[in-house]
């Protein structure tokens, strides 16, 4: 029998913590195979920092949590230089931002200027301080919180650093069934003490290049770039979404393709992700935002609006 793919382990793994997820689990597990990074905006409470935990875990990945908070300043984040009288010369300290899985609690309570300094490492996977480059561990995989009912003294997100997340994504509340059955694991202690890995941190990386592998044709590449810019077009967007949405739905749906075992990306893949990672990127228009539209709604028409190509699987 042939052996379950990463991914599909993974996913496995994650759900013996996160119960009744397996759509938002999928997501993530996705997203860290195409090297993006996820935003989770959800109420206190629905497993937000376990998911992020159980996924370190089911790796053997170094795991770090920051706390963001008004008062915390970039180097707290990546990290300050010292001068170290013995040596008479400056050392670098690292920060949290130095790990595998970072788990980024409430980003939006961070200040601008913080909030800034996980922009590089998101992006170029390194940090540049006083003239240096500091590389950080591969892989880096950043999965950041925001509380969308407290939003006293938070600070939103710029359009900028929102396009640097690759999909947002939304726990919610579980089902009356699943919420007993959390109840239950949890009685005498939490299921994620007893996780076990299922791989290695090192074997992410082969993972990652196998998903590059995975065919789109060229209809597949087309479908995406159409459905990109009839957001542009809609007539409640004030800004669609951007060119790097348009390659994060490519990578991400070849990604999806690779967990579920399926040789080549279809237009179903693109239509089960195109919301979580194009919605967040569409800047609605003001008096479009008062009658309740969001981006998801254009996503949704964009979506109804572009034709799906018949010819898309390998010759």
Same mark, same amino acid.
């Given at each position: 029998m042939a052996e379950t793919p990463l991914a599909a382990r993974l996913v496995e793994s994650v759900e013996r913590v996160v119960l009744g997820k397996r759509t938002v689990v999928e997501t993530v597990v996705a997203a860290l195979l195409a090297r993006g990074h996820v935003l989770v905006e959800d109420v206190p409470g629905v497993g937000k920092t376990m998911l992020a935990r159980a996924l370190a875990r089911s790796i053997r990945a170094a795991f770090r949590?920051?706390?963001?908070? &008004?008062d915390l300043l970039p180097s707290d984040v990546t990290g300050v230089s010292l001068y170290n009288p013995k040596e008479l010369s400056f050392e670098f300290r690292r920060g949290p931002v130095f790990t595998h899985v970072l788990l980024a609690d409430e980003i939006n309570r961070a200040t601008p200027r913080t909030?800034?300094?996980f922009l590089e490492a998101m992006e170029e996977r390194q940090v540049s301080l006083d003239g240096a480059t500091h590389p950080l561990p591969a892989p880096f995989f950043l999965i950041a919180t925001q509380n969308p009912i407290?939003?006293?003294?938070?600070?939103?997100?710029p359009e900028a650093q929102l396009d640097r997340f690759l999909v947002r994504v939304s726990l919610g509340y579980p089902d009356d069934a699943t919420e007993a059955r959390v109840m239950k694991a949890q009685r005498e202690s939490h299921p994620i003490d007893a996780l076990? &890995?299922?791989a290695e941190v090192a074997h992410v990386a082969a993972a990652q290049e196998a998903v590059a592998r995975v065919f789109v044709h060229d209809a597949l590449v087309r479908y995406v770039q159409r459905l990109v810019a009839e957001?542009?077009?809609h007539a409640h967007a004030a800004w669609g979404a951007s060119p790097r949405g348009a390659l994060g739905l490519m990578r991400l749906g070849q990604s999806l393709a690779a967990l579920r075992g399926e040789r080549f990306v279809t237009p179903d893949h693109v239509k089960r992700l195109a919301e979580a990672v194009l919605a967040h990127r569409i800047v609605v228009k003001p008096r479009s935002r008062v009658q309740g539209v969001d981006g998801a709604r254009i996503v949704a028409e964009s979506l109804e609006r572009v034709e799906?190509?018949?010819?898309?699987g390998p010759a």
């Open positions: 949590r920051v706390r963001c908070t &008004p909030q800034s300094a407290e939003l006293a003294g938070t600070f939103p997100l076990s &890995p299922v957001t542009r077009r799906v190509p018949i010819d898309y």
